[in-house]
C-alpha cells in the first residue's frame, strides 16, 4: 500500500508564492509518476501538474504554465509543488497522487494513489 501526504498549505495574498510538499511512504514501484491536482468548492478535480519518476519530463495545465514547479526528490521521496503569482481563482484543496508506470495522464481517473489533501487560500 502507498501512502500520500501533502504539507505546505495555507493561507497567503494574490501575488505571493507557496510550496506543497508531498510524502511517498509505503510500497511504491520502481518507476511511478507522481501528479498534483486542485479542486475548488463546488468544481470538479482539475490536473495542475505532473512529473516522470526521472524528474526529466513535467507537464503542466495552461492556467499554470509559467508560474507553478513540480519537482521531486526520489531519496526523500518526496514531490514539490512551487507556486508563484497565486491568484485567488486558485484557491481550493490541492491533493498529490501517483501511479506506476510512465504514462503521465492529465485525467484524475488514471491515479491509484491519493493524498487526504492541503488547503490553499488566495485571499485579494
Known amino acids: 500500500q502507498v501512502q500520500l501526504v501533502e504539507s505546505g498549505g495555507g493561507l497567503v495574498q494574490a501575488g505571493d508564492s507557496l510550496s506543497l510538499s508531498c510524502s511517498v511512504s509505503?510500497?511504491?514501484?520502481?518507476?511511478?509518476?507522481m501528479g498534483w491536482f486542485r479542486q475548488a468548492p463546488g468544481k470538479e478535480r482539475e490536473f495542475v501538474a505532473v512529473i516522470s519518476y526521472s524528474g526529466k519530463s513535467t507537464d503542466y495545465a495552461d492556467s499554470v504554465k509559467g508560474r507553478f514547479t513540480i519537482s521531486r526528490d526520489n531519496v526523500k521521496k518526496t514531490v514539490y509543488l512551487q507556486m508563484k503569482s497565486l491568484k485567488t481563482e486558485e484557491t481550493a484543496v490541492y491533493y498529490c497522487?501517483?501511479?506506476?508506470?510512465?504514462?503521465?495522464?492529465?485525467?484524475?481517473?488514471?491515479?491509484?494513489?491519493w493524498g487526504q489533501g492541503t488547503q490553499v487560500t488566495v485571499s485579494s
Open positions: 497522487a501517483g501511479k506506476s508506470g510512465d504514462a503521465r495522464p492529465r485525467g484524475p481517473q488514471g491515479y491509484a494513489y
Open positions: 509505503g510500497r511504491t514501484s520502481s518507476n511511478y509518476v
